[in-house]
């Protein structure tokens, strides 16, 4: 059903009938429910039979969004409402059903991907533009028509970009669907980026939360991202250091977890290095070795100190591959400059990177950074695993890249079984099926991502490195953008970046200025946190209301085929038909939509087909030499790729002697590109980096003058039961689990903690409750609170979902990494309330059955 009639010739394709309007509403009404009930005859109300299998119509398609993996749902509908969600059964390709093998896994959903029925229908579901009529962060909103809300945005556009120039929008697209073809958002590649681009006001957002540091370490260092194995090579591994890596809770691909345990079956070793004994080391047994946060570069310089001290490092591969590891791999211009060995032995600083020394800063006793050496030089193949987290931290680049100097000095690049990661994106996807070009998406400012908040509270007073502006080679080089407004999409990012107290704070010094002058959008699905700060809602089509193909994140080689299943809820649209109406009414719609004309706002599926056709044919055809036809796959589903061996990284580096992609053509240890830079205020960094990697201090931590005041360390992982903001609000998941603090019984016991207690842990930048889980899994001195809590603000400022964004600090490391784990803070109990969601929930059963710990 439309719910907006389509336009006629007479009309305006806004100006739509009172009649059509009432109908739409009337049918609402009946059903008591948002759906439509005249077409949809399906109830799932519990006291009435469920429908069998075979009275219903079965779809294929996938899940959606930033959460580590991308897998099967397969879609059981009535009428236009999915009744049921199952997954893959290995069956849909064409094979029998049962079909799981090494080669060909079942994509097989967790348990977020199969409650997507309740977030698909959920009370926050977004149905009508909306427009706020109280103050920002208020929550009060009326509906508005998408005519009124599109042509309101449209000039309010016009109006900031002529007063305050082309980099007064900020795009803050981000991956919430990054992981389909089409109705794509990302920083770089993005609808958002595209139609702000060609509008002529953008500043866009360079950094990313995820893993900047260590995408600085992959690209300085190996020359690309694309540094991971695919998962099945892990079943070949003889040790596995899982490096700040929590695969049964952090999704980071979708069978790691089958593969590693077929490793474990063939007699692979496990360690785990990480404040907290996680279910990933129980699981494989893992040798638990807690670290201090934030210090894992200095552990890894005493790894490297205890190989070469006993002649463990594999020489041949340094002399053959890397540059600047040691004096005889350094390049001729630049002999003489410190290399990563004269750096371990002390020779330029006078203190050698002995374990002993490395344990004085990491809190590992020196015998077990030897031990772990001893493992991983004599263990081969030996995969060290060196995740993100630790790199989401002050000077984070630095662990990854000490990480790779591991891996190089040990020859475990390149080789089945072994690991380069990094970022570790595994196969190549063809990922892009609408136009993107360069020209389009292009920027008038780029900053680092958490520093939108900082420029508008100091505005005129920000240096270009305080803000991480990329050079340019225009009158725009260096200039700080004046800005005056978000584009949210695809992301939740006022409740996912830093300092969140900070960006309040600069959304008010904007609104004080009048509505006018500033201009807060945010595109989603539901109402989130985020779209509580926006002037408007726009509601956004989710996967299962929209035509597209879904890729694997990072890890697994395969598309699905994500169908339209149900017609777009409400009066929903894709983010694309907005993009394209709101560009027809600033005057450049068909350049942003070639394929389509200015009906696709109301009718986009031929267009959305001839461009996934195009896509199919051109790239996954042609370029990847697949034989089935665009209609043979949409028959299908799904298509998995089948290879005669895992997918390794640089493999043909090391065995057919490809150059790398660095400027030397090796692996960098010592840095071409960092060595030569002289200004560094010039740079997108703003402050000096090393060539070669080492050990910096981060500016707090356990080992700093600060914990006097604030004598924990506060690390935030990603929830098993969220993929960040998203599913906070269901309540089946957070049956399964509760925002918690975790804390080791002893330091509980100081501060008479008990589990179930509510606390506030707070710092300097923000106080947030929640309650406590004692635990002897997590380190003394070290808390554990998850990212991702829909924050719920009291009078005084204070957070009471427990969202751990309210104490980290908004600036980034040099490289850019978001220091989300450098964080120190206080915890002391109180009577407040914790406020677990917007509705309250009944049955947080892990806080029942914990409560007598
Ligand atoms: N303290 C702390 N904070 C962190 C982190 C941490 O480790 N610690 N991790 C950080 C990391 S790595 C990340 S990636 C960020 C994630 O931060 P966000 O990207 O802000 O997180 P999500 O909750 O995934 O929000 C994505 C939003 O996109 C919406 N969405 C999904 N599909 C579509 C679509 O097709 N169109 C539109 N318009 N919207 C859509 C979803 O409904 C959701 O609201 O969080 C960061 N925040
Ligand atoms: N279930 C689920 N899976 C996800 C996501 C999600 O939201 N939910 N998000 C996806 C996204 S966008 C991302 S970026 C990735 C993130 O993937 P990761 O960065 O790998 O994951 P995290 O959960 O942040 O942290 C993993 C482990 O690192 C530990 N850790 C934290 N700080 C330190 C430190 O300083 N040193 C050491 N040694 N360990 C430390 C934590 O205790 C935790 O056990 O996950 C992806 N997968
Ligand atoms: S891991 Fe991600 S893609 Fe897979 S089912 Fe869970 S939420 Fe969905
Ligand atoms: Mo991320």
């Given at each position: 059903m439309k719910h907006l009639d389509k336009p006629t010739a007479a009309k305006g394709p806004f100006e739509q009938t009172r009649r059509s309007f009432l109908k739409g509403s009337a049918a609402l009404a009946a059903t008591g429910l948002v759906l439509d009930g005249a077409r949809s005859p399906a109830r799932a109300f519990a006291y009435e039979p469920y429908y069998t299998d075979d009275e219903l119509e079965t779809v294929v398609t996938s899940c959606a969004h930033n959460c580590g993996s991308r897998h099967m749902l397969v879609a059981h509908k009535k009428g236009d409402v999915i009744v049921r969600l199952s997954t893959d059964t290995g069956e849909y390709q064409g094979d029998a059903r049962g079909t799981d093998t090494e080669e060909k896994p079942q994509l097989r959903a967790c348990l977020r991907g199969r409650s997507y029925r309740a977030r698909l229908y959920s009370a926050e579901r977004l149905l009508y533009p909306m427009k706020r009529v109280g103050k920002r962060g208020e929550g009060k909103f009326k509906r508005i028509s998408w005519d009124q809300a599109l042509s309101e945005i449209a000039e309010r556009m016009v109006y900031i970009r002529d007063k305050y120039g082309p980099q007064a929008l900020v795009d803050q697209s981000y991956a919430g669907a990054s992981y389909g073809v089409l109705h794509k958002s990302d920083q770089i590649e993005g609808l958002l980026g595209r139609f702000l681009g060609m509008f002529g006001c953008r500043t866009s957002s360079w950094s990313v939360p995820s893993y900047q540091g260590t995408t600085f370490s992959s690209r300085i260092t190996f020359g690309t991202i694309e540094d991971g194995n695919e998962d099945d090579a892990f079943a070949h591994s003889k040790l596995i250091i899982m490096w700040g890596w929590n695969p049964a809770y952090t999704f980071h691909g979708g069978n790691t977890f089958y593969y590693m345990r077929l490793a474990k079956q063939r007699g692979c070793k496990f360690v785990l290095v990480d404040p907290q004994y996680t279910d990933s080391a129980a699981a494989y047994d893992a040798w638990w070795i807690p670290i201090r946060p934030n210090t894992d570069a200095a552990m890894m310089a005493g790894m490297a100190y205890h190989i070469w001290d006993n002649d463990w490092h594999d020489?041949?591969?340094?002399?053959?591959f890397v540059q600047g590891m040691d004096e005889g791999t350094m390049p001729d211009w630049a002999k003489g400059q410190e290399s990563f060995k004269d750096y371990i032995l002390g020779k330029s600083d006078g203190q050698p990177k002995t374990p002993e020394w490395a344990s004085e800063i990491c809190g590992v006793p020196a015998e077990d950074i030897k031990k772990l050496a001893e493992m991983y030089a004599t263990t081969k193949p030996a995969a060290l695993k060196a995740s993100w987290a630790p790199g989401r931290n002050a000077y984070g680049e630095q662990y990854n890249r000490m990480a790779a100097a591991l891996q190089a000095m040990t020859g475990n690049i390149g080789i089945l079984g072994g690991c380069a990661e990094g970022v570790g994106k595994g196969w190549h996807a063809e990922a892009v099926a609408y136009p993107y070009d360069q020209w389009a998406n292009v920027w008038y400012a780029s900053i680092k991502s958490d520093r939108w908040a900082h420029i508008v509270l100091n505005y005129p007073n920000v240096t270009r490195e305080e803000a991480g502006l990329w050079p340019r080679n225009d009158q725009w080089d260096g200039v700080v953008p004046n800005i005056r407004g978000i584009f949210w999409q695809g992301s939740d990012w006022f409740n996912q970046l830093t300092n969140i107290n900070k960006e309040i704070a600069a959304i008010r010094k904007l609104e004080a200025e009048g509505d006018k002058e500033s201009l807060f959008v945010?595109?989603?699905?539901?109402?989130?946190?985020?779209?509580?700060w926006a002037d408007y809602l726009l509601?956004?089509?989710t996967h299962f209301e929209r035509h597209d193909v879904a890729l694997p994140w990072y890890k697994g080689h395969y598309y699905i085929h994500r169908p339209k299943v149900i017609e777009p809820m409400?009066?929903?649209?894709?983010?694309?038909?907005?993009?394209?109406?709101?560009?027809?009414?600033l005057g450049f719609g068909p350049a942003y939509n070639p394929r389509a004309t200015r009906d696709y706002f109301w009718n986009p599926d031929p267009v959305d087909e001839a461009y996934l056709k195009a896509w199919w044919e051109e790239k996954v055809m042609h370029h990847q030499h697949v034989t089935w036809s665009w209609e043979e796959f949409k028959k299908r589903g799904v298509y998995k790729f089948v290879f005669d061996e895992p997918h390794v990284a640089f493999r043909d580096q090391i065995e057919k002697g490809v150059p790398f992609q660095t400027p030397s053509g090796k692996i960098?240890?010592?840095?071409?590109?960092?060595?030569q830079i002289t200004d560094w205020t010039k740079t997108q960094y703003g402050y000096p980096i090393p060539a070669i990697p080492k050990w910096i201090e981060p500016w707090e931590s356990l080992n700093s003058p600060k914990t006097e005041k604030f004598p924990f360390h506060m690390v935030s992982p990603h929830p098993r039961w969220r993929t960040h903001s998203i599913f906070n609000n269901i309540p089946w998941l957070r049956e399964t689990f509760s925002q918690e603090l975790t804390m080791n019984a002893s330091d509980a016991k100081k501060l008479g903690i008990r589990t179930g207690d509510t606390v506030e842990v707070y710092n300097d930048r923000g106080t947030c409750v929640v309650p406590v889980y004692v635990t002897e899994r997590c380190m003394p001195g070290v808390v554990v609170l998850h990212e991702g809590a829909w924050m719920d603000l009291a009078e005084d400022g204070t957070d009471r979902s427990g969202n751990p964004d309210f104490l980290t600090l908004d600036e980034p490391s040099p490289a850019g990494a978001f220091a989300y784990n450098t964080v120190l803070c206080d915890v002391r109990k109180t009577d407040r309330a914790h406020r677990p969601g917007w509705d309250q929930l009944a049955t947080a059963r892990s806080a029942v059955f914990r409560r007598d710990y």
């Open positions: 020489q041949e591969f340094i002399d053959r945010c595109m989603d699905s539901t109402i989130t946190p985020t779209g509580i509601p956004i089509a409400g009066e929903s649209k894709t983010d694309f038909q907005v993009f394209t109406e709101l560009a027809y009414r960098e240890i010592f840095s071409t590109t960092l060595a």
